[in-house]
């Protein structure tokens, strides 16, 4: 669906970064939050009740059906194969009672959503603005034009946004008073109960009929609510205890999601399981330090890829660098001679160009503290990599506020001041520069030598912490000189755009992907008999060569792909397969060969 939540594909990522496709979530109970689905073939076929999913059993039990997602519910419980869908057994977990009695249903489950109580999308009447928001309390979906109010400001800002529909509003008026209209200033919840063992209540008591309407609270607005004896009292007795702690947010969720697609981000391009060091200096590889070995060996600073740091540091205390730039892994070389390799044993004494700073002996940033830092514990103690000399950085120590919202602070490149005083050519692509955005290509092939279009003379008080905009790079000038200057400071690799940790991600993230799609398909094989098995695998493969002769043809030909020639393809595709089902033998179902 295209609602208000993150945008794809980090949505797809918030919404199934926390579901274990694999396992049914019904021995877990009542899940607090999870992803749930509803089969629309279960619901229309079944016996009329109502019924929702969970994501293993949407991908395994009704992977052939028509399923809407309805994003996240609180409080579910699985009802794949119980008596609400008992003509199509779970594969993953069959035994369930007959019924979750303290599941809740509405339209949603009937495919129908918001006040006009219409399908999502709505084919018979298609609109270019169908964006839905959730409500955060009754958890219906709503068009935005069907709020009774407008949507608040920006698209991007409403995203960060907890929208109360009308409905709830005037089943609880006393949530106006939380609206951004409202005048009640931001009150820390711990501020607000430790003032006295029963702080007054700040809210009014009288709240007119026209203020009844759907309200729009900015993220943080959870820290505004009274937290008097007798308001506690009623989100007790109204059930919106739950609903009014932080850890329901769904912006918590996604970002608990978020940080373990980062994990696969990381993992996505290593073999587990393979030491890097035949590989050489590795353009990119994500990186660790040994601090048990660092601080029980000979005191030299030594780094070790994934492999090594699951296999042969296990049991120790093991810091995560992230990414590093053409690195070989030191995992049993004279550094740690103390810790012999068990993946590759045969190691050069020394990797005399890898290169070390700080972040190897555990301390970071201009402050040289530990991360995570016990002795001085912040709330805010984010960390940023500089793209220059890979070094992390708390964001409050880079001498330069982080941009915009933190978000978007994450799809940016930031080069610290350290390495923009060595390098000050680099001041001049801050985002306040007024360099015009130039195609790398355009540029080059201006000339045999384009003219160069930074200034020669940079300000003092220019240098320092830089942020760059994804796509930055583009906007480097690649006349004679500069080329020749990259080069000499070794920084043409860094000014290319494979080098992006941007696109190292992205391809982490693809072949991970495609492990589990592969697991999916291993694990679904294994559900069948020899022939069933035989014919899934024949049927893979005549379709990988068949698209493979389909694109080769086209290239040779106009190299033009239209929809139609896709249609033919399908076509031609299944009347093959109809003919070998004609021509061919194929043994019973029971047959033993």
Known sequence: MAMHVPRAPDRERALYGNCDTDTCTYPQGYVKRQALFVCMTCNNNGNGQ?????????FHCHNNHEVNELYTRRFFRCDCGN??????PCKLYPNKDPENVSNKYDDNFRGLYCTCKRPYPDKELPSDDDAMIQCMICEDWFHSQHL???????????????????????????????DESSAIPSRPVENNAAASNNPPCFLTSNVNDNELHTIFLRDGWRNRLCRCVQCCKLYDDLNLTVVFNDDDAIQEYEKQALAKNRERALYGNCDTDTCTYPQGYVKRQALFVCMTCNNNGNGQLAGVCAACAFHCHNNHEVNELYTRRFFRCDCGNSKLSHQPCKLYPNKDPENVSNKY?????????TCKRPYPDKELPSDDDAMIQCMICEDWFHSQHLGVPTPMEENEADQMDMICQACVTKHPFLAQYDESSAIPSRPVENNAAASNNPPCFLTSNVNDNELHTIFLRDGWRN??????????????????????DDDAIQEYEKQALAKSENLDADKLLASSLQKLDHVKKLEVLQGINDFKKSLGDFLRDKANGDGVLTATDVTTFFADLQEKRKEQQRTTFMPPDNCKF
């Open 475 to 496: 906007r480097l000038c690649r006349c004679v000189q500069c080329c020749k200057l990259y080069d000499d400071l070794n920084l043409t690799v860094v000014f290319n």
């Open 83 to 88: 008596s609400k869908l008992s003509h199509q």
């Open 357 to 365: 700073d700080d972040t190897f002996r555990g301390l970071y940033c």
């Open 148 to 178: 009774g109010v407008p949507t608040p400001m920006e698209e991007n800002e409403a995203d960060q946004m907890d929208m109360i529909c009308q409905a709830c509003v005037t089943k609880h008026p006393f949530l106006v008073q939380y």
């Open 50 to 58: 109502l019924a929702g999913v969970c994501a293993a059993c949407a």
